[in-house]
């Protein structure tokens, strides 16, 4: 079985991964952000399914998701329009998403629908990964579909490599904010971090989030990892959008110091 994921890390360039809030900002925007997001450089997506009860979520996000719940997104309803992504981009693309949405969905049922729409991978922050382990590990790689786990600076080398071994697709490394949208400096606390991780030699590729709004924290924080996820500053910006799709050339355009953009 291919794994999408993997495959995007093949080459020598920093993965560019944005984040993108199913039913944001309108309820039927997610597919068209998706297939401008691809065609603007974008090597990975990362679909946010709302939730009422974030744990991880900062301000930014929080909004896009009481704005996409009031426009009536569902998990049902997500999973309909990652299908329908899935026929426009060939990227990868991960679910971000809680796990008592899943639990209620039924967690056999979501993993066979989410494949079967195209999802190459899951990131869900409250599921632990002894959990995962000892009682969904074997459904999720019987339907190919892969699990992400979060790294952060205070997490133990043998909880990184457990979470290392238990996955085949990337570490979420978090940088050193608690939540979504802060800002990023590479200071010398964090470096130390990125540096302890990249000497590691892990089995799977690092990517960066939490705090990446642009260039120049793309480009420090790919210094020592294979790639980073843009979130909170993008939905800013579609916040302020009348045209979606141009703001996404542009904003991508400008992370990635393409001309034109």
Do not use: W
């Amino acid at each position: 079985m291919s794994n999408r994921i993997r495959e995007a890390f093949s080459g020598d360039e920093p993965v560019l991964s944005m984040y993108v809030t199913a039913g944001f900002p309108t309820l039927n925007d997610t597919i068209a952000l998706c297939e401008e997001c691809q065609a603007s450089g974008a090597r990975m997506l990362e679909i946010g399914i709302p939730y009422s009860d974030p744990i991880a979520d900062g301000l930014t996000v929080q909004r896009a998701n009481a704005k996409a719940l009031e426009n009536g997104i569902t998990l049902p309803l997500a999973l309909s329009q990652i299908s329908e992504v899935r026929k426009k981009v060939s990227i990868p693309i991960v679910v971000m998403g809680y796990f008592n949405p899943v639990l209620q969905y039924g967690v056999e049922k979501f993993c066979r629908d989410a494949v079967e729409a195209g999802v190459d991978g899951v990131i869900l922050p409250d599921l632990p990964l002894s959990l995962y382990n000892r009682q969904y590990r074997a459904l999720f790689e019987e339907v190919g579909l892969k699990v992400v786990f979060l790294v952060t600076s205070e997490t133990s080398d043998d909880r990184i490599r457990a979470m290392d071994e238990a996955s085949d697709s990337f570490l979420y490394v978090v940088s050193s904010h608690a939540v979504t949208g802060g800002s990023f400096e590479l200071k010398d606390d964090r470096e130390a971090y990125f540096k302890r991780l990249r000497e590691m030699e892990l089995k799977n590729p690092l990517v960066v989030g939490f705090g990446i709004d642009g260039r120049e924290a793309f480009r420090n924080a790919t210094r020592y990892t294979h790639g980073a996820i843009i979130a909170s500053a993008y939905l800013r910006a579609l916040f302020e959008s009348d045209d979606i799709r141009g703001t996404t050339r542009e904003f991508i355009g400008n992370v990635l110091e393409r001309k034109g953009a």
